[in-house]
């Protein structure tokens, strides 16, 4: 399988006794992320108290959008912006609301990986931020519905901060 779009072999900066790198991405031109490579999961979930939820996702307080997703200086930037209050839904029943929009990236249907080497520069927020959950995940590629099909957490940080997590399951 060779991906539509990102550079195939070892790139320059690879140290020699690395296994081969089989694809990367150095975001090194465009305003957003090649729709070749990247898809984004646009929407939310919402959990109600009668136990109802619309949606998808787990719960969290915002909304994602492709908005929020930039190439700038050879990095993709996912940024978390505060929702206009016009904009936030409320309606009798719902467990919270959605103060936010971010953005949730992946490569579903357009690449996958059954074994190999993966590597990614993250750079996440320094400082405690209240809500956020950066992470770096790798997720079944065939239709086996999240979490059923299981994950790899590669990097997980809650709120933010200096600690980060990750899991098997």
Do not use: C
Not at 40 to 67: A, C, F, M
Not at 119 to 142: C, N, Q, V, Y
Not at 145 to 159: A, L, Q, R
Request: no cysteine; proline share 9%.
């Amino acid at each position: 399988y060779e991906p539509a779009a990102g550079t195939l072999g070892t790139p320059a900066h690879a140290a020699a006794n690395q296994p081969e790198l089989l694809w990367s991405e150095e975001f090194s031109s465009g305003a957003a992320p090649s729709s070749n490579t990247w898809v984004h999961d646009v929407g939310s979930r919402w959990r109600y108290s009668n136990g109802s939820i619309e949606g998808w996702g787990q719960g969290e307080l915002q909304k994602y959008t492709p908005d929020n997703t930039k190439i700038t200086d050879g990095s993709m930037r996912i940024e978390v912006k505060p929702l206009p209050l016009a904009d936030r839904r409320t309606e009798p029943g719902r467990v919270g609301i959605a103060e936010y929009t971010s953005s949730r990236i992946t490569t579903r249907g357009r690449f996958a990986v059954q074994q190999g080497y993966v590597e990614a520069r993250i750079k996440t927020p320094t400082a405690p931020a209240h809500g956020l959950w950066p992470a770096f995940w790798l997720m079944p590629s065939d239709l086996t519905p999240w979490p059923t099909g299981g994950e790899i957490d590669v990097m997980e940080t809650k709120s933010g901060g200096p600690h980060f997590l990750t899991a098997l399951h």
